[in-house]
């Protein structure tokens, strides 16, 4: 049994690496806005650590309206090639400027030009519109570099809880729960 819960994670996140055949990166991302409607939605992992788990969106999306509500948040990873699952749930802040603008600078040009042209969660009359408004960003920054529009940014959940959940015959599976208090524990969970 393992004491660090991220450390686990790093090698479950490495065997995803190598078996998964697309998007190990892939999360769920589960919120709920303020009348307690829930929502989820896939996003990417970006970054991990000790600290949390960092994903970028649009900060006025529907997602970001449901974390400035509810600043909590569960996340899940689930590697079918593994037959494995990764439970996160707690609480979201802000990811740095500083983070967010070094990783908005290593994503593609067009995905940059996307983040201004998209109005992310709010109604599209015809996809026209969005291609016009992708190329007016293409033209505006057409030679220079794109820089990180202001709504535009990262979110790190911090968890209090982790659960690692393997597969295993005759639905008998393995449920590891780390729960923090001050340090992490470690208990087991009945399949």
Do not use: C
């Not at 067009?110 to 015809?126: C, F, H, K, T």
């Not at 639905?171 to 340090?183: A, D, I, Q």
């Amino acid at each position: 049994m393992a004491d660090d819960p991220f450390a686990l994670f790093d090698a479950w996140y490495a065997e995803a690496r190598d078996s998964e055949p697309n998007d190990p990166n892939a999360m769920a991302l589960a919120t709920v806005d303020a009348a307690g409607q829930p929502s989820v939605r896939m996003v990417l992992l970006k970054g991990h650590g000790p600290d949390g788990f960092v994903f970028y969106t649009n900060r006025e999306s529907r997602k970001a309206a449901d974390l400035a509500a509810v600043p909590k948040a569960a996340l899940l990873f689930h590697w079918k090639s593994l037959r494995r699952q990764v439970r996160v749930e707690g609480a979201v802040q802000w990811a740095t400027d500083a983070e967010s603008d070094a990783y908005f600078a290593s994503r593609g040009r067009d995905s940059q030009l996307g983040a201004w042209a998209s109005d992310q969660s709010r109604p599209l009359d015809a996809r026209a519109t969005f291609e016009e408004r992708f190329a007016a960003a293409k033209a505006r920054f057409d030679g220079g570099d794109v820089p990180r529009p202001p709504h535009w940014g990262g979110y790190r959940v911090t968890p209090h809880t982790i659960e690692f959940w393997q597969d295993r015959a005759h639905r008998l599976h393995e449920r590891r729960l780390f729960t923090w208090m001050h340090e992490w524990t470690e208990g087991l969970l009945y399949p």
